[in-house]
């Protein structure tokens, strides 16, 4: 796991009890608006759940999850006090 995700509580993240559950249309509704305002082609929401991401919304994008060593989340967390750009 990249350095400094040991600082998330797993066990917090746990007790919202969202993680791997099926779409709701709020969170969808969140991921478009994000999408739309940005500009983007894809947004999404997601939780830190051990080594992956899970995508609670995902707008352009067809994929559920991610491993967390292959997001760009892992990266920025790796360097807190310094700008990511992607």
Known sequence: ????????????????????TLPEKEYDTITS??????????????????TRLFFKSHHGLEATETPINQSFCAQAIKTPDAFFVV
Request: charged residues 20%; proline residues 5%.
């Open 33 to 50: 608006l994000a999408a739309t305002i940005c500009d983007t082609p894809m947004s999404l929401i997601s939780l830190f759940a051990d």
């Open 1 to 20: 796991m990249p350095e400094g995700i040991e600082q998330i509580n797993l066990q917090d993240i746990k007790s919202l009890q969202i993680l791997d």
